[in-house]
């Protein structure tokens, strides 16, 4: 799935099946050996400290805290604390600057 | 919006009326059902899924992966649809039953999730050797396919949604069509379901009025209306003139020193959207659902200072940051623009 086109094009194609599999089992193998390697190679350098750690935002190098962050931060500012203040830019902990939004029609 | 639909995403207000919407649609027009929210049991044994499933099952301390891959069935959907797809002939169409609309939404979130997780969190130098700074270059490049196939939804499929009188709020479907614009999906119309034993014919007809009304952007259809079409055709072609959220492109601004980002789409309009900009991304965000989208290496080097929305999609106004542009970095090593530093 490296190609631009999507991946059910076939209008161009030469072979209509060819790479679709393929890319699956690389995306496989991927979680496979990470999975792995955070299972034998970092369960005492990553996890056993996160273990201590109870404010994800007190802790910008920790792998976990910092995933920890982003997924609250996916999964909606709405929560308390999470959302911009209406007419002006804020910025949350983990970096994103919201902006000021005008409704009706855009200026250009 | 040129290309042909091919898949047709079905969903609901609840998971059993989706099924049935897929099921009569697939009748309709011909189109290959495919039961995502049930996969067969041929499938689930299939060594792949199997084989994904057990990766997932051992990667507690993957926690990023796990985490975000908690719910498969979007996953398991891509992976049957894939398997299906590719023991079919290339022109075939699909339609796939996605389950409950709000569940729908959330699973498809989680997984364009990864992307952020994979950019601003899985940092490489967070991770401790070059064994995992290596790995984390590998599984960047399969979240970005998975992107890829998920960006490829903008342009080749539609959301069609089933609703029962009775249990789903007239609101809602504002709430609906916005989230699936921001994740990059047309909804197509909405169908309302047959009046049952309890609803009689005047509510049902009363209710599609309130619909109507509430959003008269977006087409209303009692599902005894739907009439059958040629194969390979929507029974409404209305999805030609709605597009979803694809990328950012990039204008001069009105004025000397300034940028317009753009995002077309139909549906933003609402006092739900956020916008916001992170680091090299445009994010687009809902209370539910949120989308990054890469900038333009121009804005990149500009600073945001506020967004527009109106029926069209969402327009940033931005500044040239002069710190970020060649001229800068010449002049803070003694050069001038056009020299070679030998």
């Not at chain 2, 990023?64 to 002939?89: K, Q």
């Not at chain 2, 994740?183 to 599609?208: N, T, Y």
């Not at chain 2, 999609?313 to 040239?320: E, L, P, T, Y």
Request: charged share 20%.
């Amino acid at each position: 799935m490296t190609d631009e086109r999507p991946w059910w094009y076939s209008e161009e194609e030469d072979e209509p099946s060819s790479g679709k599999s393929l890319d699956l089992w690389a995306l496989l193998g991927s979680v496979q050996r990470l999975a792995g390697w955070a299972q034998h190679m970092t369960a005492e350098q990553i996890l056993a400290p996160h273990a201590e750690h109870s404010d994800p935002s007190a802790h910008p190098t920790c792998l976990v805290c910092r995933t920890m962050a982003v997924l609250a931060d996916v999964r909606g500012f709405a929560e308390p604390g999470g959302s911009s203040a209406e007419g002006g830019a804020s910025v949350r902990e983990t970096g994103t600057l919201w902006l000021k939004v005008h409704r009706g029609p855009c200026k250009r | 919006m040129s290309s042909p639909i091919r898949i047709l995403l079905c969903s609901g207000s609840d998971a059993g009326i989706s099924t049935q919407l897929a099921l009569h649609a697939a009748k309709k027009s011909g189109w290959v059902p495919i039961d995502w929210a049930n996969p067969s049991a041929e499938n689930e044994e299939s060594p792949f899924y199997l084989a994904l499933l057990n990766a997932l099952g051992v990667s507690d301390a993957a926690v990023a992966v796990a985490e975000a891959w908690s719910s498969t069935s979007i996953v398991r959907s891509v992976i049957h649809a894939l398997a299906t797809w590719n023991s079919l002939d290339a022109e075939s169409r699909f339609v796939i039953d996605c389950g409950e609309i709000s569940k729908f939404l959330a699973e498809l979130n989680d997984v364009r999730a990864l992307r952020e997780i994979a950019l601003h969190a899985m940092r490489p130098e967070l991770l401790m050797d070059d064994a995992g700074r290596h790995l984390h270059a590998q599984l960047s490049g399969s979240i970005q396919a998975l992107e890829a196939l998920f960006e490829s939804l903008t342009t080749q499929a539609v959301v069609r949604v089933a609703v029962r009188p009775g249990s789903f709020a007239v609101g809602e479907i504002s709430r609906i069509a916005l989230d699936c614009a921001v994740l990059g999906l047309v909804l197509d119309c909405v169908v309302v379901a047959p009046a049952g034993k309890k609803i009689g014919r005047s509510e049902v007809l009363r209710f599609k009025g309130d619909l109507s009304e509430a959003r008269p952007d977006i087409p209303v259809v009692r599902a005894e209306e739907m009439r059958a079409g040629p194969k390979g055709q929507l029974v409404h072609e209305r999805c030609t003139d709605a597009m979803a959220v694809g990328s950012v492109r990039e204008h001069p601004g009105p004025d000397s020193g300034t940028y317009v980002g753009e995002v077309l789409a139909s549906g933003l309009d609402s006092a739900e959207l956020r916008v916001g900009v992170l680091h090299e991304h445009l994010v687009l965000a809902t209370p539910r659902v949120r989308r990054v989208l890469p900038l333009p290496s121009t804005l990149v080097r500009c600073t945001s200072r506020d967004a527009g929305v109106d029926e069209a999609g969402a327009h940033i106004n931005f500044s040239v940051e002069p710190s970020l542009w060649p001229e800068a970095f010449a002049a803070e090593a003694g050069l001038s623009v056009g020299e070679q530093d030998d």
